[in-house]
């Protein structure tokens, strides 16, 4: 590939990798701005007008595609009418509390209030147990459904079934050719799953919950429930639905992109009061945007399965109570300070221990009396500073680890995971491909570190090998202003598998340029038109990318890429870059 066909002649950038456009060649004569990032994120041209304004009536698939879901729907209808004792058993997580938040507002609707058992991160480690769910048959349940979780739970729900409790599973997580017993297993990640259903394997559970629990309204109106009463609204469970797609990470596109634009809308009505109650503790006081979800509200719903109590995020998003649910909030919030705090040690000392290994393919590090409530949040940062999959296992007095992992784009983690649990290498293990968790023996480190280095150098190289920084468009320094960040906002939302748009900026020199809170760097950059922008590069000052724009001389003329955001400090039309790589120019 010649220089002129990277993106401003970057074959090689500070970060030491090629731009290229993301939308190379094409008439782009005619296209709006909008149009020319969905092309650029793999619309089709005719497929347009669907994706400018994502909505659930054109990306939702009918639920009877999906293996098992009638049977499912079905037999909740049953209990829901014989007035059965409905359990729900959630992961402690955004992506399970808001499963199963969904549900029981769904069977509330219906005259049913359901059981909710979220187990303890700590104490039960993730998924059902045999002795959880014969605990929920004791106390009267006749049907369980667990949500983001049980894809894997062979003896519990073999137990469960030999304890006369029929259980569905409604799940996402990768399955095994052979599945548990269970009355039903909804998964678009079977194996045997129809086309259709395959599809959507990169919703989140949460998504299959509304899908769930449309199936069930749909069986119930074909009875005839609804005939004297009214049905229920599903739509108005969207926040909910929108707030465990982002947190849980999965890929922004087509249903999971409808799920959150309207998501959003029906956040924005505060209906939920401790979805609201969350955003005040929170301090948000403008409409709620894409990026809340991930960085506000989940981490400190989050926390309470990390740090706290397991069943506060549930509790908190079914609430009916507006003081119950300002308590709830206060309460998450502070679990969410004390899980910042408990993470910055772990951090620092897996960062030490992975520093050791930055020539394997995939960082693994372990450390005892490690917090397990935090190693998910460290895996992710190892894995954002080394640029590989890194998982990162606390271990505890008797040498028991518990272990979170997360990958890079191209390399399936989960089932490298679930590979090595069948070759008898975990305890537990499973997920998806960019997260999985797992339970290693005593002395099971470095076999497993043999096992995934073996299985997984090759597609981690090739990964890698491929990496290069896409930009969307060429911008002036002059371009710089809050009017351009609606223009991009409209092709949104952005997130994993639907990046946010990405420009270069220059040539441009850099002034006033000095480091910031905890270890940002920031400066003016002003262009050879007389006009400037601010920039800033979070955690960049130890980078170096940030060394060498501290280190810049004012003379020196740079190509700078990042994204446009509004200064949300000064207000009105006012924008600045953060900035993710330079280039000399």
Not at 164 to 178: A, K, N, P, R, Y
Not at 303 to 324: C, F, M, Q
Not at 390 to 403: N, P, T
Not at 434 to 462: N, Q, S, V, Y
Request: glycine share 12%; charged share 25%; with cysteine.
């Amino acid at each position: 590939m010649s220089r002129e066909d990277h993106a401003c002649g970057v074959t090689s950038s500070l970060l030491a990798q090629p731009w290229r456009w993301r939308r190379h060649g094409g008439d782009d004569l005619g296209l709006t701005l909008v149009d020319q990032l969905l092309l650029a994120r793999g619309i089709a041209s005719d497929d347009l007008a669907r994706h400018r304004d994502p909505r659930i009536r054109d990306f939702l698939p009918d639920p009877s595609h999906f293996a098992d879901m009638n049977r499912g729907a079905a037999r909740l209808a049953d209990a829901v009418e014989a007035g059965e004792a409905i359990a729900i058993f959630g992961d402690y997580d955004v992506d399970g509390a808001t499963s199963a938040a969904l549900l029981t507002l769904v069977l509330r609707r219906l005259g049913t209030e359901p059981m909710v058992y979220i187990p303890d991160r700590l104490m039960e480690g993730y998924g059902p147990s045999g002795k959880a769910l014969v605990e929920l048959g004791a106390r009267g349940a006749t049907l369980a459904i667990t949500v983001d979780c049980g894809a894997q739970a062979f003896e519990a729900l073999a137990e469960a079934a030999a304890a006369g409790l029929d259980v569905i599973v409604c799940d996402h997580h990768q399955c095994c050719s052979s599945l548990p017993t269970a009355h039903s297993m909804i998964n678009p990640n079977r194996l045997d799953e129809s086309e259709t259903g395959a599809a959507h394997g990169h919703l989140a559970a949460v998504g299959m919950a509304f899908l769930f629990g449309t199936a069930l309204i749909r069986e119930l109106r074909q009875r005839g429930r609804f005939a004297a009463i009214p049905e229920p609204k599903i739509l108005d469970l969207l926040d909910l639905v929108a707030l465990g797609t982002v947190a849980d990470v999965v890929k922004l596109k087509s249903l999971n992109r409808a799920f959150v634009t309207q998501g959003l809308k029906v956040m924005g009505q505060r209906g939920n009061i401790g979805l609201a109650a969350l955003a005040d503790a929170a301090r948000l006081t403008r409409a709620p945007q894409c990026r809340d979800l991930g960085f506000a509200l989940g981490p400190r719903i989050n926390a309470g399965g990390r740090v706290g109590k397991s069943d506060l995020g549930v509790r908190l998003l079914t609430t009916s109570d507006p003081e119950e649910a300002r308590l709830l909030a206060e309460e998450l919030d502070r679990l969410n300070e004390e899980r910042r705090a408990i993470e910055l040690s772990v951090i620092d000392e897996a960062t030490a221990a992975a520093e050791t290994q930055s020539d394997a393919p995939l960082i693994l590090v372990a450390g005892a009396g490690w917090h397990p409530g935090v190693i998910g949040i460290v895996a992710s940062r190892l894995k954002e500073k080394f640029n590989r999959p890194a998982l990162v296992i606390a271990l505890d007095d008797e040498g028991i680890g518990k272990g979170s992992g997360r990958s890079i784009s191209g390399v399936d983690l989960g089932a490298a995971i679930l590979a090595a649990k069948d070759s008898g290498l975990l305890v537990a293990g499973g997920g998806h491909a960019m997260a999985a968790g797992l339970t290693l023996a005593p002395k099971g480190l470095e076999p497993l570190r043999t096992f995934l280095h073996d299985r997984l150098a090759a597609e981690i190289a090739a990964a890698r090998g491929t990496r290069v920084l896409l930009i969307d468009a060429l911008l002036a320094p002059g371009g710089v202003a809050g009017t351009l960040c609606d223009e991009f906002d409209a092709g949104g939302p952005y997130g994993a598998g639907w990046p946010s748009p990405r420009v270069a900026i220059g040539p441009a020199r850099l002034l006033r340029v000095t480091t910031v809170g905890n270890g940002h760097v920031r400066g003016l950059a002003a262009g050879d038109d007389g006009k400037n922008f601010k920039w800033i590069a979070f955690r960049s000052a130890d980078s170096p990318l940030g060394q060498a724009l501290l280190a810049s001389p004012t003379d020196r003329r740079w190509w700078l890429a990042g994204s446009i955001k509004r200064d949300e400090w000064k207000g009105g039309n006012a924008a600045e870059m953060h900035v993710d790589d330079a280039a000399f120019a």
